[in-house]
């Protein structure tokens, strides 16, 4: 955070702008670094900061600015993560271009978006994300979804540049270049900077009247219904572009993109493993011994019959080709596997409790359970 500018300075927030020059010249003088007794970071740091904050009171503009918005103005310019998004910018009040200049000036372009670029050049818009949820059955079947994307598009009523009934002409400030040249004057010469435009704000171009449907800013937020087709055997996480179904262009530039994020739902029949599929079988005793059939439900909604080889083990894998989802672009299906699971029975008739203590006899085993002697047969 940095430091209160009139703190900086050691002047009131009531000072007259002669207060000011004489106090940066006085501070200028003790902390230019060919000069100062600091060490030489100490000097650049603190003159630096001095030279910011005499650059924003000395602009009765910037000074209006800052003493109603201060440094938290600032702070929430610069928070976004790199990103002015166009609506930042369309909203911004005054706020932004100050310390857009200022900090352009002062810090060379590392804050900047704006750099060296014009901004009155066409410049593609915002591209926008959609995070779409879809389930395995959509994956299985392919889906064509509509959604309802707001966005910023060119006002209807001045095509995009703000003037009432679309006139605009050419800005007299800069010519239409959309940049100007300042010069500040410090006691230790000139201090020459491109800054962008502060009547046009960088476009160029300005209206003697606003249109009244966008309030000058050419833009206006909608919401456009947008088709999706999700092709048959899309991963998690893949990223559909819609070209064109962002935000409205720049300075006559394109508009951005829509990027719909496919996120598939966690299936509680099937484990996804690419195009194959997982899933899971219980069967009896019996049939794992003897071998037998299963039904088992497909990614189709189908049931379909299973045969359990004899002797197959608990945990067991089988695998049924073509049965799992299709390729996408290949028009092939990846396979089901099948893990084989025993249903054990929680309570047994009679007849069944008989022919298990036989069979478990008749496997050989020495240590028969007391329960043999409770028989009710004899
Ligand atoms: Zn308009
Ligand atoms: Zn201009």
């Known amino acids: 955070m940095p430091r209160d500018y009139y703190e900086i300075l050691g002047i009131q927030k009531d000072a007259s702008p002669d207060d000011i020059k004489r106090a940066y010249r006085q501070m200028a003088k003790k902390y230019h670094p060919d000069v100062s007794a600091e060490s030489k970071d100490v000097a650049e740091a603190k003159f630096k900061e001095l030279s910011e904050a005499y650059e924003v009171l000395s602009d009765p503009g910037k000074r209006q600015t800052y003493d109603q918005y201060g440094h938290d103005g600032v702070k929430q310019q610069f928070s976004g993560g790199g990103g002015f998004s166009w609506n930042d910018f369309t909203h911004a009040d005054d706020v932004s271009d100050i310390f857009g200049d200022l900090f352009g000036s002062i810090f060379g372009n590392s804050y900047g978006r704006r750099g060296t670029v014009q901004r009155n050049s066409p410049a593609q818009g915002e591209s926008l994300r959609y995070d779409l949820e879809i389930d395995l059955g959509d994956v299985f079947h392919g889906k064509t979804v509509e959604i309802s994307v707001p966005h910023t598009a060119a006002c209807t ?157 608990v945990g067991g894998v089988l695998r049924m080709l073509g049965k799992g989802l299709p390729k996408m672009n290949l028009g092939t299906r990846g396979n089901m596997f099948v893990r084989i699971m025993m249903d054990v029975p929680q309570k047994v008739s009679a007849e069944e409790k008989e022919l298990l203590l036989q069979m478990d006899g008749g496997a050989g085993k020495k240590a028969k359970p007391k329960i043999a002697r409770r028989k009710k047969s004899d």
């Open 157 to 313: 009523d001045c095509g995009g540049n703000g003037g009432k009934d679309g006139k605009s002409e050419t800005c007299r400030q800069c010519g239409g270049q959309g940049q100007v040249q300042r010069v500040s004057r410090t006691p230790f010469g000139n201090m020459v900077q491109v800054t962008d435009c502060p009547e046009c704000r960088g476009s160029g171009r300005t209206s003697k009247e606003k249109c009244p449907k966008c309030r000058g800013s050419g833009y206006l937020n909608v919401t456009s219904k947008v088709t999706v087709n999700i092709p048959k055997g899309i991963e998690d996480n893949s990223r559909i572009r819609v070209p064109r179904a962002g935000d409205a262009g720049h300075n006559g530039g394109p508009p951005g993109d829509l990027i719909v994020v496919v996120h598939v739902k966690a299936s509680q029949d099937f484990k996804r493993d690419g195009a194959d599929l997982w899933t899971t079988v219980k069967t009896t005793y019996p049939r794992l011994v003897l071998g037998g059939e299963e039904t088992v439900g497909t990614i189709d909604g189908e049931t379909v019959s299973l045969t359990i080889p004899s002797g197959t083990q």
